[in-house]
T-cell receptor, first 113, second 110 residues
Framework: EPEVTQTPSHQVTQMGQEVILRCVPI?????FYWYRQILGQKVEFLVSFYNNEISEKSEIFDDQFSVERPDGSNFTLKIRSTKLEDSAMYFCASSQANNSPLHFGNGTRLTVT | GESVGLHLPTLSVQEGDNSIINCAYS??????FIWYKQESGKGPQFIID?????DKRQGQRVTVLLNKTVKHLSLQIAATQPGDSAVYFC?????????FGAGTTVTVRA
């Protein structure tokens, strides 16, 4: 069964550094998403992306965050200057349509020190 | 505020028994609901979904019930197995955005 893959599985970075989290969505999916989960909390929406542009974003997704689909297969989340509170699991997801189930990757654990 | 939530944060169930996980939602305009399972160290895994024009949907060992009158959603797992131990989230799609509730941790006792 096709799946969403994310790399790396764990990223450790120092405060103020830039990080790029990478995702390969399911190949025939058109909608892409990033979510995050702070330890012990619920999964929170960050951003949705369709047709090479952001379709919606949450208050969490401020100017420090950006997303990109650099080619036909990858979908990336960049955090320009990481803060301690950015430490979380970041999940990428994709869906075929905007009202169909999202399929999630296994996440990247980001630790900011 | 939060539009999707679960009644109980934890549920302990004996192996072989049926499990019922509940969820209340507040947005009456929501028309699509999904149950996800999250095992430790993994991403949310799709279990079953239901649209607002239905009140029941069955899958393999799972049933989702939707009561739009009281804005309540439940997930029933038949003959619970050790592999069912996980955190279960209900989620709603509204305005094309999927929002998760806080999750119920299910622990299966041998």
């Amino acid at each position: 069964e096709p799946e969403v893959t994310q790399t790396p599985s764990h990223q450790v970075t120092q405060m103020g550094q830039e990080v790029i989290l990478r995702c390969v969505p399911i190949s025939n999916h058109l909608y892409f998403y990033w979510y995050r989960q702070i330890l012990g909390q619920k999964v929170e929406f960050l951003v949705s992306f369709y047709n090479n542009e952001i379709s919606e974003k949450s208050e969490i997704f401020d100017d420090q965050f950006s997303v990109e689909r650099p080619d036909g297969s990858n979908f990336t989340l960049k955090i320009r200057s990481t803060k301690l509170e950015d430490s979380a699991m970041y999940f990428c997801a994709s869906s075929q349509a905007n009202n169909s189930p999202l399929h999630f990757g296994n996440g990247t654990r980001l630790t900011v020190t | 505020g939060e539009s999707v939530g679960l009644h109980l944060p934890t549920l302990s169930v004996q192996e072989g028994d049926n499990s019922i996980i509940n969820c209340a939602y507040s947005n009456s305009a929501s028309d699509y609901f999904i149950w996800y399972k999250q095992e430790s160290g993994k991403g949310p895994q799709f279990i079953i979904d239901i649209r607002s024009n239905m009140d029941k949907r069955q899958g393999q060992r799972v049933t989702v019930l939707l009561n739009k009158t009281v804005k309540h959603l439940s997930l029933q797992i038949a003959a619970t197995q050790p592999g069912d131990s996980a955190v279960y989230f209900c989620a709603e799609i509204n305005d094309y955005k999927l929002s998760f509730g806080a999750g119920t941790t299910v622990t299966v006792r041998a």
